[in-house]
């Protein structure tokens, strides 16, 4: 079947032959002609299966006909993550170019003020992320009434990231009749809760079992010690001469880590992660697609529907604790039914989260070994760290030691009630002489431990008359009058 076949304008099909494309994929073929009946559906697919050009193809000729107004945007399509908003942005550039839809893409990172102007000239189409959109509508520079197709997609990837609580809320000021496109790559009872309330007699679609990997991957899984986790990519990277790659982490501190190991041995590596700004994730794929970076290492934020075309590698340099991300990290790779590799090191610890993986995917993952490293042979980074841990212990013993070191003497001309305290709690040790001391410098603390020693009556040598006075009882050793110094 081709995509003359689904029902779809003149114009989409031109724009779809432009693109390089001429057979829909299964849940194209399943979803365009529903769509364009006008029909709710509820749609699981694995990512890298066509599923955005499953609604936007058909949502192009829903919205030829029509103008939007100001405020009231026409469809909306709510994203997980701004990379797939934009991805989106994106598509319907492509298959829209022979029709006039105005597109305005509401994600965070950018002004408000922007987007408000975008809105306020009226929207065919507004794709944004749940968080972004609400602060629109709770402002009250966005209507929702005017909705005629509503997209939720990654709803399973919604769920994971606490979206669903904004998605109820967006949903609760969109039109009661309205077509809803609900699609999601896995079917957990949460989501087939929700669907069940936000559709109406829906058409579902399925063209794979939920959660399995697309069957153009070839998977392996080698188990190194977590030292030689990055001799190990390294290797891998030289065995299969590997020419770019997405390289997923688990933790943000991580990625960084490990781009700065690819780069100081040499890999052309750039990172990708949520704390990043907008601008700076934006300009750090487009470097990718452009070949200008090599190596992407990255966090589940480039898991979910980023299409790199004929991206051959994808490795996992640690096993995700939850197994429906490993599904999603190895759909970077095969996509269109392109063949791709996708290679997870994981550690003995490890094993426990591979095994949940092989029980949601119904098949072992082969094991893979790597040529030319020594099961024993340390990181070189480990090395270096260990390295600077020996140097570091090594400088605060020897600087222990040095005279420099040891505490300062107190100045020895403090008033008597603190000296006499700080005796009564430590004797304080008298200073070795040093053999650099000069005997000028010798004779003067000579002179000033003798004068510490001399006794001190109240504020000076003048003791006032009140303490002599004999008081009744008092015995004459009692009213003895105490030594005066001598002056020298």
Partial sequence: MGFSELGLSEE??????????????????QAIPVVLQGRDVLGTAQTGTGKTASFTLPMIDILAAGRAKARMPRSLILE???????QVQESFKVYGKYHKLTVALLIGGVRMEEQERLIDRGVDVLIATPGRLLDHAQHGGLLLGGLKVLVIDEADRMLDMGFIPDVEKLVKLAPPLRQTLFFSATMPKEIRRLADRFLHNPKEVSVAPPASPAETVDQQV???????????????LKQHEVSSAFIFCNRKRDIGVLTRSLVRHGWNAGELHGDMSQPARTETLESFRRGDTK????????????????????????????????????GRTGRAGMVGRAITLATKPEARYVGDIERLIGREIPLG?????????????????????????????????????????????????????????????????????????????????????SPVVGLGDHVP?????????????ETEKPPRRRKS
């Fill in 369 to 453: 070994t790597v040529a030319g490293l020594s099961e024993e042979e340390p990181d070189e980074s480990e090395k270096a760290g260990s390295r600077r841990r020996k140097t570091s212990d090594k400088n605060r013993n020897s600087a222990a030691t040095r005279p420099e070191a040891r505490p300062k003497e107190e100045p020895t001309s403090r008033p008597k009630e603190e000296s006499e305290g700080d005796v009564a709690q430590a004797p304080k040790p008298r200073r070795r002489r040093r053999s650099s001391d000069s005997p000028g410098n010798a004779r003067a603390e000579s002179k000033a431990e003798q004068k510490s020693d």
């Fill in 12 to 29: 989409a099909l031109r724009a779809v032959a432009d693109a390089g494309y001429h057979q829909p994929t299964p849940i194209q073929e």
């Fill in 222 to 236: 080698i188990y190194v010690d977590a030292g030689n986790k990055r001799p190990a990519l390294r290797a891998l």
């Fill in 295 to 330: 190596f992407l290492v990255c966090s589940d934020v480039a898991a979910r529907g980023i299409d790199i075309q004929g991206l051959p590698f994808v490795f996992l340099f640690d096993v995700p604790t939850h197994s429906e991300d490993y599904v999603h990290r190895i």
């Fill in 80 to 86: 997980p993550t701004r990379e797939l908003a934009a």
């Fill in 465 to 477: 008359a009140f303490l002599l006075t004999r008081m009744p009882g008092d015995t004459e050793q």
